[in-house]
């Protein structure tokens, strides 16, 4: 038990008043083992390493919890020996009357040696401690945050700033937990106050840094960065957001320029590698291009992202076999890393197992089903037969858990089948970007040729590449994960032909197709960040039940460019309410088979209501390409 001094002790360091809790410290011995343990952990908290280290060394202690955590402290701090440290701290934490500052330590030694796994269950199985005991919350927020579970690290430090309002490691929680959360005004607000308690520092800098960045202020990023007061010792992630501002601003030397002096890091960070290619591309120099990737050949080799944006480019070039070598390349690594198991919802909607379930049975009437194929389509059978209503969701035991998921994660098939020819129907395309000038919004009837349109809707049915999904009922099958046939890569490319007003020389960012559940609505009202937006459609007009709806409602008032991602891609509520502020126009676009509606991305646009019959076939497919960066996708 700590005596009344070091009570009060602990009372003031608890509530952040740590210059008050060493003042009372410093001329009183400690009668206790607990009483040196809170000097320890008072010394600490106040960056007085060294003295903290030497009561450890000095103390003469009795209790075995006590001399087993101080010992690990001294090895972890003062020896660097880590691993000798978790010894010790094990042996502690083994301890009953183990008080929870000792816990905290034990915690901080374990993520030290890299086991948040094993930290990060110690926090689960623990009741909540105490709100007062703010040393061992911050420690139990920030292994959260390690673990990625940002409510509880959010929740833990919450209650840190409840006693303790200046908590600068809470607070660093707390804007990152918020960041996360792309409550990005209130993660600056966090950001700030930090930086009031430990101004300038680098980790302070980089998370203000990153939030202005993503609010668009990238002025106040670059003043972030120029306000550091550590400025020999940046890491490389504040060169990264360093060239994201300049970017943001079309400052292309300057932002080349820090992103150059980010790659000095070992290994050079991929970020900015990635970042260094799309400028490399967008300036156009060949040989510079050429001489970059030659350089970081190694690296981006098996970067997906780096050669998603090779792939582009040499599709920007009329390249569309090569780009579409790259993009199955993509493909290729995402099944991989089993990117598709991290976008399954788990427990799975009914609506998921129904696409996959229907789609398989597809190909096995065709033919086209593997061995696996035919054992997924078994195992998802029961589920099927079970599915009754979209609100169903479906999550066994294991081993069923483990098959269902890999009945739905593998792609059973996708192929990758030749296209030449003409891809676009016969149009009058200087007529049609005469009316996109005037008007921004145009909509192409027989839009594809006969044969561009069956072979996309063939791909489209059969592919098993439609892992995205979303809660409005919809699968999504995005270019790089597989949505890249070589007749929509060769129709993006005589797009451009056939629109150079238009499309310009603008790059293909991203292409998409979305399949939607007929029970359920379509995609929320939203804006893309792109220029162009090519939205077109190819399931049969038999198909749609209405043929007065089933199309797209788009309102002739553009997203401010102020505006974040989330705002303008994931905020219908704010969207309405600035499209009633503004007394905003709709325009209806019917739903045809083999319809384009071409469009400013920054208008806002949305699904209009769906009838379509049942069955797989009728599924409505929307197929979009997206032209020409505008604003941020973050």
């Known amino acids: 038990m700590l005596s009344t001094v070091y009570s009060e002790i602990n009372r003031l360091r608890s509530s952040g008043q740590t210059a008050a809790a060493l003042e009372l410290l410093k001329p009183q011995p400690p009668l206790s083992d607990e009483d040196a343990f809170e000097a320890v952990v008072c010394l600490f908290v106040a960056g007085e390493i060294d003295n903290a280290v030497f009561v450890c060394q000095s103390r003469a202690w009795t209790l075995p919890w006590a001399r087993d955590s101080s010992a690990a402290l001294v090895k972890l701090l003062a020896e660097g020996r880590a691993q000798d440290a978790l010894g010790l701290g094990r042996r502690a934490i083994a301890d009953p009357a183990i008080c929870p500052d000792g816990e905290a330590f034990f915690l901080m030694i374990l993520q030290t040696n890299g086991h948040i796994d094993e930290a990060y269950a110690h926090v689960c199985r623990q009741p909540l401690p105490p709100v007062g005991e703010s040393f061992l919350l911050v420690v139990m927020a920030e292994v959260s945050a390690a673990a990625g579970d940002w409510m509880r690290a959010y929740q833990l430090a919450c209650a840190v700033l409840a006693t303790d309002g200046a908590n600068y490691r809470a607070l660093m929680v707390l804007s990152n937990a918020n960041f996360t959360f792309k409550n990005y005004h209130e993660s600056l607000g966090n950001a700030l106050c930090a930086n009031q308690i430990n101004k300038g520092s680098p980790p302070t800098t980089l998370q203000i840094m990153r939030c202005q960045n993503m609010l668009g202020d990238h002025y106040a990023a670059i003043a972030a960065f120029d306000a550091m007061t550590a400025a020999d010792l940046v890491p490389h992630e504040l060169h990264i957001e360093l060239g994201l501002a300049y970017a943001g601003l079309d400052c292309a030397a300057q932002a080349m320029a820090a992103y150059q002096r980010a790659l000095a890091a070992t290994p050079p960070p991929l970020a900015a590698i990635r970042a260094l290619l799309k400028l490399y591309i967008d300036g156009g120099d060949a040989g510079a291009l050429a001489a970059f990737c ?323 076939e009728n599924r409505r497919i929307n197929i979009t390409l997206l032209f020409g960066r505008a604003r941020s996708t973050e």
């Not at 029970?519 to 039940?545: E, K, L, Q």
Request: charged share 25%.
């Open 294 to 616: 030659a350089q970081h050949a190694a690296a981006m080799a098996t970067d997906i992202d780096c050669i998603l944006l090779r792939g582009l480019e040499q599709l920007r070039r009329g390249q569309v076999d090569d780009a579409a070598r790259r993009l199955r390349q993509c493909l290729d690594l995402n099944v991989q890393h089993r990117d598709a198991y991290g976008h399954l919802p788990w427990p799975v909607p009914e609506p998921r197992i129904r696409h996959d379930y229907e789609q398989l049975e597809l190909l096995q009437r065709r033919g086209k089903l593997d061995t696996g194929g035919r054992q997924a389509l078994q195992v998802l059978k029961p589920y099927y037969a079970q599915s009754r209503d979209t609100t169903q969701t479906f999550a066994p035991e294991e081993p069923a858990a483990g098959a269902l998921r890999q009945a739905l994660c593998d792609v059973h098939y996708c192929p990758d089948t030749p296209f030449a020819g003409a891809a676009l129907g016969n149009n009058d395309y200087a007529a049609l970007e005469e009316r996109y000038a005037a008007e921004k919004l145009v909509v192409i009837d027989q839009f594809l040729s006969a044969d561009a349109l069956a072979e996309l809707r063939r791909f489209s049915e059969e592919a098993t590449v439609w892992k995205m999904y979303n809660p409005g009922g919809y699968a999504g099958a995005l270019l790089v994960k597989g949505f890249a046939p070589r007749v929509l890569l060769a129709i993006a490319d005589q797009l451009r032909q056939k629109m150079p007003r238009v499309i310009q020389d603008f790059a293909l960012l991203q292409a998409w197709g979305f399949k939607y559940d007929q029970r359920m609505r379509g995609i929320t009202m939203h804006a893309d960040f792109a220029r162009v937006n090519v939205n077109f459609w190819v399931t049969p007009d038999a198909s749609c039940a209405d043929p007065a709806t089933g199309g797209m409602v788009i309102y002739n008032h553009p997203v401010p460019k102020s505006w974040t991602f989330a705002d303008y891609n994931s905020n219908p509520e704010k969207l309405q309410a600035y499209l009633k502020v503004h007394d905003a126009r709709a325009q209806r676009v019917p739903y045809r088979e083999n319809r384009c509606v071409m469009f400013d991305s920054s208008l806002i646009h949305v699904t209009d209501e769906l009838h379509f019959k049942p069955g797989y």
